[in-house]
């Protein structure tokens, strides 16, 4: 976490978002390397995404972004929270956020890709904002691609809770970047109006096994939000 050095990183991230992810790695490249980086609050709910200043950093307006300079000193940002972890992971090494053999390096890029894609944007996403999916302004219209959307993640939870049935982590026996994003989906399931614990056992019991570690818990308290 902060100190008195300049900063390797700084992440902009908005509470509870998928930015939550790159955020824990982060805190354990701090505990466990002693990157210094630093985290900037882009509050979607109060707009901040879309307001200009954002909008120089990521065009798009989402979060999470990551400023940081490369080997020859240029100031870079790299959006995409799946490019950001595999990057943390891969240029930190030695902070074992990924597997270092062939096939479950290409295993933790095949869950995110997943998690990014299918559950997050044809998933949660359409439950959290169906008015982006639609060009009608008919609040049924909105409220049948939400349903699709939770069919969508349903199918989705209940293939991870087969999956990490007596796992402690996703993959192999550490903690990966695949995990942080994996306390990301587990919450906003709740925010779909899921009971996660009861319809999840599994997947609720391999997150309450993230929380125990405490940097994942000092992140969830740093961003103030609710996990179940
Ligand atoms: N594919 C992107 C998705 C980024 C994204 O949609 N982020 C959301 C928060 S989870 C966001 O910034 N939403 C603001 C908006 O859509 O206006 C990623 O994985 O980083």
Not at 75 to 85: D, G, P, V
Not at 172 to 188: E, I, P, Q, T
Not at 199 to 217: H, K, S, T
């Amino acid at each position: 976490m902060p100190t008195d050095a300049a900063p390797t990183y700084q992440l902009f991230h908005s509470p509870g978002a998928c930015s939550l992810a790159p955020h824990i790695a982060l805190e354990l490249l701090g505990e466990r390397c002693g990157v210094v980086w630093e985290p900037v609050r882009v509050v979607i709910a109060d707009g901040a995404n879309r307001k200009p200043e954002y909008l120089a950093i990521n065009p798009r307006g989402r979060v999470p972004a990551l400023s940081f300079r490369d080997a020859d000193g240029r100031a870079q940002i790299l959006t995409e929270s799946t490019a950001i972890l595999l990057f943390l992971a891969s240029r930190h090494p030695e902070a074992g956020l990924m597997a270092s053999d062939p096939i479950a390096a290409i295993r933790t890029v095949e869950f995110l890709s997943w998690l990014a894609t299918t559950m997050h944007q044809t998933g949660v996403r359409t439950v959290f904002r169906p008015e982006r999916f639609t060009t009608s302004a008919d609040k049924a219209a909105h409220a049948a691609i939400g349903e699709q959307g939770r069919i969508t993640v349903r199918a989705g939870y209940a293939e991870l809770d087969a999956k990490l049935a007596g796992r402690r982590f996703a993959i192999g026996d550490s903690f990966s970047v695949v995990d942080a994003m994996l306390v990301v989906h587990y919450r906003w399931g709740n925010r779909c109006g899921i009971d996660m614990r009861r319809d999840y056992p599994n997947f609720a019991a391999l997150v309450d096994g993230l929380r125990a570690i405490p940097a994942v818990e000092r992140v969830i308290a740093r961003e103030g939000i609710q996990v179940d």
